[in-house]
C-alpha cells in the first residue's frame, strides 16, 4: 500500500445486488473467544483454499527478492521475476495472460493480467492486488499476501472449472508504492465500453497483517455484501478500512466509475483497544509492525488472517460468478522452452507439455500456426492424452523468410487451449551473423537491460570508456548486490561467436590475498568468469569470451556484483558485444 497522501472524493458505484448462502466457519479459521458466536449457516459451495500452498507462494517471492537485492520495487530484477513466476504458473493453469507495459509509470515496467476464458465476456468481476514492493525491502506482506492469495485463488478456479455466469479476471498491478500508476494506466487504457463490462473490482492489499484487523473497502455497498457475509459468517464483526482510504489501486476504479470493495489487514495504523478486544493482538501497536521495511519477510505474516482473506476471496469468486453446472474436463497447454531459433536449412525441437485440470484426462490433438514461409511445424506424437507430451520439431528449408515470428501451438479436445512460441530464423547460408546485443553501449537508457536501480549511469565519479554511460555495479562500500542482465538470441550456423566487454575495477580493499568483493559473469547457467577486487587495476581491461555453445538458443547474459560489509570496490563495465560471424 502507498503511503498517505491528500485523496480525492471518491466515486461511489452501486453493484447489482447479489444473493448468498452463508456456510459455518472452516475449522482453519475459528472466531476469536471475544467475538459473539455465528449462528449456524448452510455449507458453502466456494472451496477452502490452502493456506499452504498460499504461503509457499510467499516462500517463492521472498525468494525472488532475496535473490535481487532484497527487493520486488517495480521495474526491478525483482519485479520482473515476481511477473514471471505468477504468468508461468497462470498459463500452465489455462489462463489469458497477457503483459501490459506501464510506459507513465515511475518505474515503467508491466502490469500482469489474467482472464479465465468463460463465462460472458460482457460480464466481468476483477479480482487485484499490487504486485510490487518499496525499495526497503521484499514487501512480503505489502503486498505479496494479496498477491499470493489471488494467485492460490486463480488455481483452484481453473482446477474445478465450474460452470461461470460471469468472466473472472485477475490483476497485480506494478508502481503502486510510487502513486498508483500501474492501475490508474489500465483503468485510462479501458474504453467507455470496456469499463461497463466491468461489473465490479476487489483489490486485496496487505491481508496478513501480523497484528491485523478485518478491514472492507467501502462495507456497506452492495459491492462489498459477498466479503461482508463471508467475515459476518465467522463472527469477525469487520470495519471500514478507513487507513486505506485513497492509498491503493481500488482508488483508481472508483475514480474511472467501476465499483469497488476489497479486503485489508491494516498498515502502519495502530489497533485500538476495542479491535483488540474483538480481534485480538495488541492494542495501541501497528497493525504490521514493518509496514515499508526491511523485516517485511515471511516471518511478517499472520497465517490465519491470511486464511481468512485467502478464503474470503474463494466464497465471493463462487457468489459473483460461479454457476452451478457440473465442472467440464479440462487441461492446459505450455511448450518448453518459450522461444528458440533456427538457421535456414536447419531444425530446432521443444517439448509441449499438457496437464488436466478438471474433470477426466481427454485426447488432444496437437496444431501450430503462424509459420512463416518455409518452415514446417511437426508433432511426435500428433495427439496425446491430457497429462502427456509430445516434440515440437520446427524446419526451415534453404529459402525460409527470415525474422522472427510468434507460432501458436494449439491443443484441440473437448476445448481448445493454446500457448506460443517465439522463433527465428536466422541467416542467408546458415549464418545471420552480426552483433546480438542490444544497447552493448548503455547510452539508448536501460532497455533491453534490466539492473539494479542506479547500475546504468552517466555519473562522473567513474567515467565511461566511449560515450556517457556505462553500468556501475556495487562501489558502496557496505553489503550490497547489484545485478545487469539482458535476453539474447544467439544465431545458429555462425563460425565463430565471441562475447566481449570492457571492464574496470576500481577498489579500496588492500588485501593482496583476499577477494571480497565479486563480480560473476553468467551466460544462461554457466559460469564464464569470476573477477574480484583482487583484479583491481587502472582503466578499462577487454574480457572476452567463446560462447559457441549457445548457438541457436535464447540464453540470459548476467553480471552479478556482490560487495561485503566495508571498503568499497565498483565494477564498471561498458561496450559489450555478441559477435556472430
Not at 503486498?143 to 478456479?157: Q, R
Not at 462495507?219 to 455484501?225: D, L, V
Not at 570492457?502 to 577498489?507: E, K, M
Not at 574480457?543 to 535464447?554: E, H, K, P
Amino acid at each position: 500500500m502507498r503511503r498517505s497522501t491528500p485523496t480525492k472524493g471518491l466515486a461511489l458505484a452501486v453493484f447489482a445486488a447479489v444473493t448468498m448462502t452463508l456456510a459455518a466457519p472452516p475449522a482453519t479459521a475459528t472466531p476469536p473467544a471475544a467475538a459473539p458466536a455465528a449462528a449456524p449457516l448452510a455449507a458453502l459451495a466456494a472451496p477452502d483454499i490452502s493456506i499452504t500452498n498460499v504461503q509457499a507462494h510467499l516462500t517463492q517471492f521472498q525468494t525472488i527478492a532475496t535473490s535481487n537485492g532484497g527487493t520486488r520495487r517495480a521495474g526491478s530484477a525483482g519485479y520482473t521475476a515476481s511477473v514471471n513466476y505468477l504468468k508461468t504458473r497462470l498459463q500452465a493453469a489455462g489462463y489469458t495472460v497477457s503483459e501490459q507495459y506501464c510506459s507513465s509509470c515511475t518505474y515503467p515496467s508491466n502490469n500482469l493480467i489474467a482472464e479465465w476464458p468463460q463465462g460472458p465476456a460482457d460480464q466481468v468481476v476483477m479480482f487485484g492486488a499490487h504486485l510490487d514492493s518499496v525499495s526497503a525491502g521484499p514487501g512480503i506482506n505489502d503486498n505479496a499476501s494479496g498477491s499470493a492469495a489471488l494467485l492460490e485463488n486463480a488455481l483452484v478456479l481453473a482446477s474445478q472449472n465450474p460452470s461461470m455466469t460471469k468472466r473472472v479476471r485477475f490483476a497485480w498491478w506494478t508502481d503502486e508504492e510510487q502513486g498508483l500508476n500501474g492501475s490508474e494506466f489500465y483503468v485510462n487504457s479501458l474504453n467507455a465500453t470496456q469499463r461497463g463490462y466491468i461489473k465490479g473490482y476487489y483489490n486485496f492489499d496487505m491481508v496478513g497483517s501480523t497484528n491485523g484487523g478485518y478491514f472492507i473497502n467501502r462495507i456497506t455497498s452492495t459491492t462489498a455484501a459477498p466479503l461482508k457475509a463471508y467475515w459476518d459468517s465467522l463472527g469477525l464483526q469487520p470495519e471500514e478500512n478507513v487507513e486505506g482510504q485513497g492509498r491503493s489501486d481500488d482508488y483508481s476504479f472508483q475514480q474511472g466509475g467501476i465499483p469497488t470493495s476489497g479486503y485489508a489487514a491494516g498498515a502502519s495504523a495502530r489497533k485500538t483497544s476495542a479491535q483488540a478486544t474483538k480481534w485480538g493482538g495488541t492494542a495501541n501497536a501497528a497493525y504490521d509492525p514493518c509496514y515499508h521495511r526491511s523485516c517485511d519477510t515471511t516471518s511478517n505474516i499472520s497465517a490465519t488472517v491470511l486464511n481468512r482473506n485467502a478464503d474470503g476471496v474463494a466464497y465471493a469468486i463462487w457468489q459473483l460468478a460461479v454457476g452451478t453446472g457440473t465442472p467440464t474436463n479440462n487441461f492446459s497447454v505450455s511448450v518448453s522452452p518459450t522461444s528458440g531459433s533456427v538457421a535456414r536449412g536447419a531444425s530446432t525441437t521443444a517439448t509441449v507439455s499438457t496437464a488436466t485440470t478438471s474433470g477426466s484426462a481427454q485426447p488432444v490433438a496437437l496444431s501450430a500456426t503462424g509459420a512463416p514461409s518455409g518452415v514446417t511445424v511437426s508433432f511426435s506424437p500428433s495427439s496425446v492424452t491430457s497429462g502427456g507430451s509430445a516434440t515440437m520439431t520446427v524446419s526451415a528449408s534453404s529459402t525460409a523468410t527470415t525474422g522472427t515470428f510468434t507460432i501458436t501451438v494449439t491443443g484441440t479436445g473437448s476445448v481448445t487451449r493454446t500457448a506460443t512460441y517465439s522463433l527465428t530464423v536466422t541467416g542467408t547460408g546458415g549464418c545471420a551473423g552480426g552483433q546480438v546485443i542490444g544497447n552493448g553501449g548503455f547510452e539508448s537508457g536501460t532497455t533491453p537491460w534490466t539492473a539494479t536501480s542506479g547500475v546504468i549511469t552517466n555519473s562522473a565519479s567513474q567515467p565511461a570508456r566511449t560515450g556517457s554511460y556505462k553500468a556501475w555495479l556495487d562501489g558502496y562500500g557496505s553489503t550490497h548486490t547489484d545485478t545487469l542482465s539482458q535476453s539474447v538470441t544467439v544465431p545458429a550456423g555462425c563460425s565463430t561467436y565471441t562475447l566481449a566487454f570492457h571492464l574496470h575495477i576500481d577498489t579500496a580493499e588492500t588485501t593482496t590475498g583476499t577477494a571480497y568483493d565479486r563480480l560473476t559473469v553468467q551466460v544462461g547457467t554457466a559460469t564464464l568468469a569470476t573477477y574480484s577486487n583482487l583484479n583491481a587495476a587502472s582503466g578499462y581491461a577487454l574480457r572476452s569470451f567463446n560462447v559457441g555453445a549457445y548457438a541457436g538458443q535464447t540464453v540470459t547474459l548476467k553480471f552479478t556484483g556482490t560487495e561485503d560489509s566495508s571498503l568499497q570496490t565498483s565494477f564498471v563495465i561498458d561496450d559489450v558485444t555478441l559477435q556472430a560471424s
